[in-house]
């Protein structure tokens, strides 16, 4: 490892622990001086004034002040935000959004401020500092991330949107630049499949000791580049080119041609690393990472969830470099900080933003959120973030499990997306889009439907279809291409991982006439829902014995 780079990184990871231990150690205390000085950092916004910030002394009276919101009920805030308007959500003006699916085939964006990007920035630094002092040789060689564009368009006032990754990769300091073995440029490929081809290039060329990209499905997808491109690999490793071939491009604008010139620029013939990769291939019969990366000191990637299923696959490429989760991570927060390897579990970011928690049972007439302080061990709970960004009390749909304490402060792990909503590798997908999906593929295929119900596949990676028609003479072959055309359109993480081909396509389950029926008799004579209240599960985390049973033979 770079001996200045262990330096600072010793330094500003000492520091950042030591500033967990002290917040870990008090959550009440600590959580209630951020909401304070959020609160009143911001009092005199838009959004701070119609909620009577300056009232508010408490975490209950925030409560009572300012309603529970998801996306949606934040939009109109955030819409004022994308024409110009300034001091709506927080005193500081965002430097940019980032961009992630909705619940609607509208995107969201999420404001970012340079506050918020330093809280990142720090969770950052305490999780390099950890698995550095567990794993000592991080960054005896070169580290490989992908990330996505910072810059996708603009607002019509001219402020970015784009990607945090990207944009945290990019102004990472220059001792961690230096070890990146796939340069920021990559990013801005625009054909995914000449991206991860040229990713695979690079990285298996250098001698890599840290891997890290959120979604394992990102890294098996690279891993498969090593097995299907192989000899293009060590050809153009050999030859110092990149390997792609441009004219082929999707896009084959002359921006685009630029960024491929930009990434070739930077490599240099290598026979001697050509030559051990072609030893790897004739002996493997692939370029597995696990044999060219001897020093490869730690993987870093979700655990959590369905992203679990994919990360036990990662030994087959990677060999039995350990694990360890990256923390409950999306566009609107980071939640969790990992310490540990082989768990999804991480202390909660008790200074990076202000969380409540909703038990998992809980009814309509539950009380007040529970507190970080007031957590039990093996509790689920669903959680409501505030953050230096502007978000204020939103619903992320996430459910999560505490396992443990650091000193007093919970550690949790991401279970799955709450309620109406489903995700296989960050996709998000909402009961919403999908009863739109195949609406659209109904009308279009002329095809009456009873209902159809959308069935994750955690181990193939794709979703099951299920259909039941009310006779008919539509094409029901179809059906699944044309909803998964329809879907792809309504929500975009979907069509990006779809494209990326991470996930498959939908499959198509034909359903015996009156199984809807059947299952909804089912779950009211069991006292699982009401019958003046049902609502179909259009969407469902896995197959219930009696639907498999009613599969058309």
């Known amino acids: 490892m770079n001996r200045s780079l262990g330096i600072a990184l010793a330094l500003r990871g000492a520091w950042a622990q030591s500033s967990f231990a002290r917040a870990a150690r008090d959550p009440r205390s600590t959580q209630a001086a951020f909401l304070r000085a959020h609160l009143a950092r911001n009092r005199d916004t838009a959004f701070g004034r119609e909620h009577c910030f300056e009232r508010i002394r408490d975490a209950r009276e925030f409560a009572r002040r300012v309603p529970v919101r998801d996306y949606e009920g934040h939009r109109p805030w955030i819409d004022r935000l994308l024409s110009g308007e300034r001091g709506v959500l927080t005193r500081a003006d965002p430097l940019m959004f980032a961009t992630t699916s909705g619940t609607t085939a509208e995107p969201k964006y999420v404001p970012v401020t340079r506050r918020w990007l330093r809280e990142l920035a720090g969770l950052m630094r305490l999780w390099l500092y950890r698995a550095h002092r567990d794993h000592p040789g991080l960054f005896a060689g070169t580290s490989v991330s992908l990330v996505s564009p910072v810059v996708e368009s603009r607002t019509p006032a001219g402020i970015p949107i784009g990607s945090v990754s990207g944009l945290t990769y990019r ?38 000791s840290l891997l890290a990209a959120p979604n394992p499905s990102t890294l098996l997808r690279l891993a498969r580049e090593g097995r299907t491109n192989a000899e293009t690999i060590v050809r153009a490793v050999h030859d110092g080119r990149l390997g792609v071939r441009v004219e082929a491009a999707r896009d084959p604008s002359e921006r685009q041609r630029a960024v491929y ?42 655990l959590g969830g369905s992203a679990g299923v994919q ?49 998992e049972d809980a009814g309509e007439e539950a009380g007040p959120p529970l507190l970080a302080h007031e957590l039990e061990d093996g509790g689920r709970y669903s959680v409501l973030l505030t953050t230096s960004g502007g978000l204020y009390r939103y619903d992320i749909h996430d459910l999560v499990e505490v396992r443990g304490f650091h000193a007093r402060c919970p550690s949790l792990a991401f279970l799955r997306k709450g309620r109406d909503m489903v995700s296989l590798t960050g996709e998000k997908l909402h009961s919403r889009q999908v009863a739109e999906a195949a609406e659209r593929a109904a009308e279009e295929l002329a095809l009456p439907l009873v209902e159809v119900q959308l069935v994750a596949d955690e181990e193939e990676m794709h979703y099951d279809l299920l259909v039941e028609r009310d006779g008919g003479s539509g094409d029901l072959g179809r059906f699944a291409g044309v909803f998964d055309a329809a879907l792809r359109t309504l929500n975009p993480e979907y069509d990006h991982k779809r494209a990326s081909d991470r996930l498959g396509a939908p499959r198509l389950v034909r359903m015996r006439a009156g199984w809807s029926a059947r299952r909804r008799l089912r779950d009211v004579t069991h006292g699982m ?6 609502k179909w599960p259009i969407l469902a985390a896995e197959w219930d014995a009696e639907s498999r049973n009613d599969v058309e033979p």
């Open 261 to 302: 010139a930009a990434v070739e620029r930077r490599l240099r013939p290598d026979p001697a690393r050509a030559r051990a990769m072609g030893r790897v291939l004739e002996r493997e019969g692939a370029l597995l990472p696990s044999a060219l990366w001897p020093n490869l000191a730690l993987i870093g990637c979700w």
């Open 171 to 208: 102004r990472a300091p220059w001792l961690v630049r230096r070890t990146y073995a796939v340069p920021y440029s990559v990013a801005e490929i625009a054909d995914h499949d000449h991206r991860y081809l040229a990713a695979a290039r690079l990285m298996l060329a250098a001698d890599v």
């Open 529 to 534: 829902k009401r019958d003046a209240q049902y």
């Open 311 to 359: 990360a036990r696959r990662l030994s087959a490429s990677y060999g039995d470099a350990p694990l360890r989760d990256l923390g409950l991570r999306a566009t609107e927060g980071t939640l969790t900080v990992p310490f540990e390897d082989g768990t999804a579990a991480g202390a909660l970011a008790l200074r990076t933003g202000f969380w409540e928690f909703v038990p």
